[in-house]
């Protein structure tokens, strides 16, 4: 794979890529106090503004900002017409997938995936089986984890169907950056993004047959580390921030307890996981759910977002099939690329991975957040040990993957400004028509030479411009 | 809007009502306690524990077995964080509230009360001390942190349910303190010899921790006297503190809210109102000021019950 890392500004000359050019100018001609300032203003309006992180299992409610870069990444038009078609035709795959697993089953059939592998998985959820959604739609909401390669092509890492976050730093990068260089955007034709919310709030009230569908949206509450993002994203779209306890069963539907009596409920947009959205049904001790949620959904009479069961599609055991997915329903070929994936629980794999720890990255196959993972390279020879020893108790929970060299960035640092490693989530919504704003989440390791960009661990995000197509040279 | 939401905002403005109204007892309090050590004669020792008998936490008080000194009186209210009416943990409570529902206010509302909390931090760290007195300059800035919030809410945020529940909280709060400063003050007044310059003193430290003694000058034109001083604050409608203004707003507040919920709610406070409309001194002697305020208190804090029940208990 070579060490070589593609820098997405500047080419292996050292000179801005074109569509960086006009930046590289403006950056050339600001001065550093400048920058100072106006990242000081930034630390500011975050703060001000509450947009923080609160760490999982921070009890006190201890609130950390986000790192924002102020230097934008910036794709070309022709680059992102590209990756939103080979999107939109992987979401579309593996809906088609969940709907398949869930009725006729036809790909386990065909023998394309192991049946086990799907039946036996933790996400896959019985109680979904027969159970005919609107439009067929499971993941209406996606957040794709996208790299780039050293080799300058794209690679999907992820296809996070569960509870995808991150998309209101999309939104506040923007609006941040907006605030603070509105030069910039006269000297650049860049995609907006602010229509998120009313996008996403389309998508939700499609996917029910109710007339004027009652959309909430529904949070674990203060405590969760996207509390600020559930907030913020009700507030976008106009809707009702629920937890469990405003919330109740009644006679077949769902109901919201408001101060002018009980509300029915047709749409639940959730950022709860699935085994905590009904104590009757799955987690008994769950706080969080609703009791009774589970059979109301299963009359079809209220509609989940995403839908219950949709985790088994972005299991990490099951990502290596998504090509195999797109092929087998949409007869089409795959347009962006799979990560090549060692499968922990085949011993001739296993072995392979062993046997190349310090090259591989390491991850647990229902793992999220980049905790339990090892990263090879950047691993020291005690890390590596201790991690093959859980690896051979257990390697049904693992999958390997090269480590990829993922593309650098500049960014702000105290010492002026050095390259640092980014990956990219775009936000699919998928109601009767499959949308995404142009961009995403650029995610970045602020740490020198790390890979990893989860804000859990230290990362940092940027803003993110798709430029106009006929900006191109 | 949803109870919970509803609850969140009635709380948040409740307790920072009572962070307010903390710092005004012992604001005044404290010069009380000044004016008392440069004269013996009126060094009464129930002066210092006078605020703690208006918030009930007497008994609070004695179990830390600190000294009965005002200094140490006011560290308990002001800083203690075992006591849960502290100005210190009310301020917490009204922005831990604040802060579950952020999306329900204007981000004005929502920084001053963030900017208010992160402050009151940094002052705690400096104030390590805990026989440190607690500075006048303390109590001040809390009444002008509070008074901000009001003007912010007022000017800022829609008219809607939000708002009315935001101000529901106030003065169900406000009329309570109220009732409560009254009642121990006039005790006390009682309780010694009609000293004119004593009683200027004192009734006009009553009159100063409700913001009231300008009104009263107006309103009276005459030396302050106790009958007066129970007759403003109880009866006068344009008193922003008294019991029938605070009854009076409660009740345009109600008639605001969704009326196919919270009957209860409006038959309590219509109740309260007619006798804060058509009573007068004469019955309130009747009965005994002390019987007076004290049914006012518990039919307040009934009426504040029906108004849990009837919009902000979310019923699963």
Not at chain 1, 140 to 163: C, M, P, Q, W
Request: aromatic fraction near 8%; charge should be negative; glycine fraction near 6%.
């Amino acid at each position: 794979m070579g060490n070589h890392i593609f820098n997405e500004m500047s080419d292996e000359s050292g000179f801005a890529r074109p569509h960086y050019e006009t930046f590289d100018q403006w950056l050339k001609g600001i001065s550093r106090e400048t920058v100072q300032v106006k990242q000081t203003e930034a630390d500011l309006i975050f703060r001000r503004t509450g947009i923080t992180f609160s760490l999982n299992g921070d009890e006190g409610g201890t609130e950390r900002l986000i790192p924002s870069d102020l230097i934008p990444r910036i794709i070309h038009g022709k680059e992102w017409a590209h990756l939103e078609k080979g999107l939109v035709q992987r979401v579309k795959a593996i809906n088609m997938f969940l709907h398949d697993v869930y009725h006729q089953q036809n790909i386990l059939k065909a023998g394309l995936i192991p049946t086990e592998h799907v039946l036996a998985n933790a996400q896959f959820m019985p109680m979904m089986l027969g159970l005919d959604l609107p439009h067929h739609i499971y993941a209406h909401i996606a957040g794709v984890d996208i790299v780039r390669h050293s080799d300058g092509d794209f690679y999907v890492l992820e296809d996070n169907l569960r509870v995808p976050s991150g998309v209101s730093y999309m939104l506040s990068n923007r609006l941040l950056m907006m605030r603070l260089f509105p030069d910039l955007f006269r000297r650049y034709a860049v995609r907006p993004v602010e229509h998120y919310p009313a996008l996403l709030l389309q998508t939700l009230r499609s996917a029910s047959w109710v007339d004027q569908p009652t959309v909430v949206l529904h949070t674990p509450g203060r405590f969760n580390s996207a509390y600020f993002e559930h907030a913020f994203l009700a507030k976008q779209m106009g809707i009702e921030l629920v937890e469990g306890s405003d919330l109740f069963v009644r006679q077949g539907h769902v109901y919201m307890q408001t101060t002018e009596g009980p509300q029915q409920v047709d749409v639940i947009y959730r950022r709860v996981d699935d085994v905590y959205m009904d104590p009757l049904s799955f987690e008994p001790d769950s706080l969080i759910g609703v009791p009774g949620l589970a059979s109301v959904y299963r009359q079809g009479n209220v509609v989940i977002s995403n839908a219950l069961g949709t985790g088994v599609a972005d299991d990490k055991s099951i990502y290596p099939y998504v090509p195999d997915m797109i092929r087998f329903y949409l007869d089409e070929t795959p347009i962006l690329n799979n990560v090549q994936t060692w499968q922990c629980r085949k011993p001739d794999e296993l072995s392979y991975v062993l046997a190349h720890l310090s090259q591989l990255v390491v991850k647990e196959v229902h793992g999220a957040g980049g905790y339990g993972m090892l990263v090879g390279p950047t691993a020291s020879k005690a890390e590596i040990e201790s991690f093959a020893k859980r690896l051979k108790a257990h390697p049904d929970n693992y999958i390997a993957q090269p480590t990829l060299s993922l593309s650098a960035c500049p960014v702000f640092v105290d010492q002026g400004i050095a390259p640092r490693h980014i990956d990219l989530r775009p936000f699919v919504l998928m109601g009767k028509d499959t949308r995404i704003v142009p961009g995403g989440l650029t995610r970045v390791a602020l740490r020198e030479g790390s890979l990893v960009v989860n804000s859990s661990q230290g990362g940092g995000t940027k803003d993110t411009w798709v430029l106009e197509d006929e900006e191109l040279l | 809007m949803l109870s919970r939401v509803a609850a969140q905002l009635y709380w948040l403005s409740r307790y920072l009502e009572r962070a307010e109204n903390m710092a005004r007892i012992l604001e005044v309090g404290q010069s009380l306690a000044l004016l008392s050590s440069s004269d013996n004669s009126r060094a009464a020792p129930d002066t210092v524990s006078e605020p703690l008998v208006i918030t009930d936490t007497l008994a609070a008080f004695e179990a830390t077995g600190r000294a009965t000194r005002s200094d140490q009186v006011a560290q308990f209210l002001a800083w203690d964080t075992d006591h849960p009416s502290s100005i210190f943990n009310c301020i917490q409570s009204c922005r831990e509230n604040a802060r579950s529902v952020r999306g329900a206010m204007t981000v004005e509302m929502w920084e001053c009360i963030n900017d208010t909390w992160l402050e009151l931090l940094a002052r705690k760290k400096k104030n390590k001390q805990p026989d440190h007195p607690v500075d006048s300059g303390f109590f001040e800035w809390i009444k002008q942190r509070s008074h901000l919030f009001r003007g912010v809410t007022f000017a800022t945020i829609q008219r809607d349910q939000p708002y009315h529940f935001i101000r529901l909280g106030t003065y169900l709060e406000r009329a309570d303190n109220t009732a409560r400063i009254l009642s121990v003050k006039t005790q006390v007044e009682q309780a010694e010899s009609n000293d004119l310059v004593d009683d200027y003193y004192r009734l006009g430290a009553v009159l100063r921790s409700v913001s009231a003694l300008e009104a009263y000058r107006d309103t009276y034109r005459d030396a302050i006297d106790a009958d007066r001083v129970s007759e403003l604050l109880i009866f006068n409608a344009r008193v922003p503190r008294s019991l029938h203004f605070c009854i009076d707003e409660t009740t345009y507040i109600l008639n605001q809210l969704p009326q196919q919920t919270g009957r209860e709610a409006r038959k309590r406070c219509a109740n309260l109102l007619t006798h804060l409309k058509f009573g007068s001194l004469r019955e309130v002697y009747e009965s005994g000021l002390d019987n007076y305020l004290e049914m006012f208190v518990k039919e307040n804090i009934a009426l504040a019950e029906s108004v849990q029940t009837d919009y902000l208990e979310s019923i699963a």
